[in-house]
């Protein structure tokens, strides 16, 4: 059984934590927005499809990366199988299955070019999971093997799509294909790291983080001294995306230690998979230290009792009543 995540916000006892790829993460990520999302409503258990050339409608406006595309109605019938087509090739890295994408996506119905979903118009671009039980099974093949900086167009068959139940709030009947155009911004995988400028770590009462973005876990070295009383959260490294608000979710990569014993007691890094989390769901040493923070960045949160657990820790965590935490955060995205 996968290890589960200790930093999400207390609720009663037994239901402390949740997944880190839980069904509770995925639903609210989904949130984010008020349209529907490729998210997948279950596993699917449909072989794999064959991937083929076509037929695939015109993009007929919008055709630079990024640029949010007008798709033509489908001609004829829809292949049966996964057509796909690489409308514009990025250099980038290339995209794995488990990997976490951030991409703008415009979505339609074949027979009828009605758009059910689009990102460019709530700029802000999807961030999600190519994986079984996270998203439909028409984006993790489609888009597994492509590089960051294409544009793809594909077109997914029910088997591949929302199955013969559809997908009611978008307006999509079991018996549609679907035609997506997607922009790979950006892929995340477990070794990802911050990016940024190295930032000093003058304070001789605060932890000192390491600095590696080697996808290896930073040393967090912990002073002999009383921790502090009230929240810290200050740049490791700095970056230069956008700033975190309170509303957003986030991909992170993150190690968690206890101040008095420098024990690691929840790590990423041990899980070999990242998290995502709105801040909503997170203790609130977490939710305030992360608030204003650049994407890009690694931050040090120190989280008092408080702020943090108090004298209600997970049990079987191994955080003791009344510790004070200290963590690693590399801030990946937000949405």
């Given at each position: 059984m996968r290890r589960r995540s200790l930093i999400l916000a207390a609720v009663p006892a037994g239901l402390v934590t949740l997944s880190a790829c839980s069904d509770d993460d995925k639903s609210d990520s989904s949130k984010s927005s008020d349209s529907p999302s490729p998210s997948a409503s279950e596993t699917s258990?449909?072989?794999a499809p064959k991937i083929v050339d076509g037929p695939l409608p015109a993009v007929t406006a919008g055709t630079k990366f990024g640029e949010k595309p007008t798709v033509?109605?489908?001609?004829?019938?829809?292949?049966d199988q996964l057509a796909v087509k690489t409308l514009i090739a990025g250099g980038g890295?290339?995209?794995?299955?488990?990997?976490?994408?951030?991409?703008?996506?415009?979505?339609?119905?074949?027979?009828?070019?009605?758009?059910?979903?689009?990102?460019y118009d709530r700029k802000t671009p999807l961030v999600i999971q190519l994986a079984q039980g996270s998203i439909i099974d028409g984006w993790r093949y489609a888009l597994a093997g492509k590089k960051t900086g294409s544009r793809v167009e594909f077109s997914v068959p029910p088997t591949w799509g929302y199955g013969a139940e559809g997908q009611a709030q978008a307006g999509i009947k079991g018996t549609d294909t679907l035609v997506f155009v997607v922009d790979l911004e950006k892929t995340f995988t477990a070794s990802s790291s911050a990016e940024g400028k190295d930032v000093p770590q003058d304070g001789a009462k605060?932890?000192?983080?390491?600095t590696n973005t080697d996808g290896k876990a930073p040393d967090i070295k912990i002073p002999k001294v009383d921790p502090p009383t009230k929240l810290v959260a200050n740049y490791v490294i700095e970056g230069d995306g956008e700033a975190v608000a309170a509303e957003n979710n986030v991909l992170v990569q993150y190690k968690g230690v206890i101040w008095d014993t420098g024990k690691e007691f929840d790590s990423t890094y041990s899980r070999k998979a990242l998290t995502s989390f709105g801040l909503s769901?997170?203790?609130?040493?977490?939710?305030?230290?992360?608030?204003g923070k650049k994407v890009g960045s690694r931050v040090v949160i120190v989280i008092p009792p408080s702020l943090g657990y108090g004298d209600n820790p997970p049990s079987g965590s191994g955080i003791e009543k009344d510790s004070t935490m200290v963590f690693s955060v590399d801030i990946l995205a937000k949405w």
């Open positions: 258990a449909a072989p033509a109605k489908g001609s004829g019938d829809p292949s890295k290339v995209v794995a299955e488990n990997d976490y994408v951030q991409a703008n996506y415009l979505g339609q119905i074949w027979d009828t070019a009605k758009v059910f979903d689009n990102s605060l932890p000192t983080v390491g769901q997170v203790v609130k040493g977490w939710a305030q230290g992360l608030t």
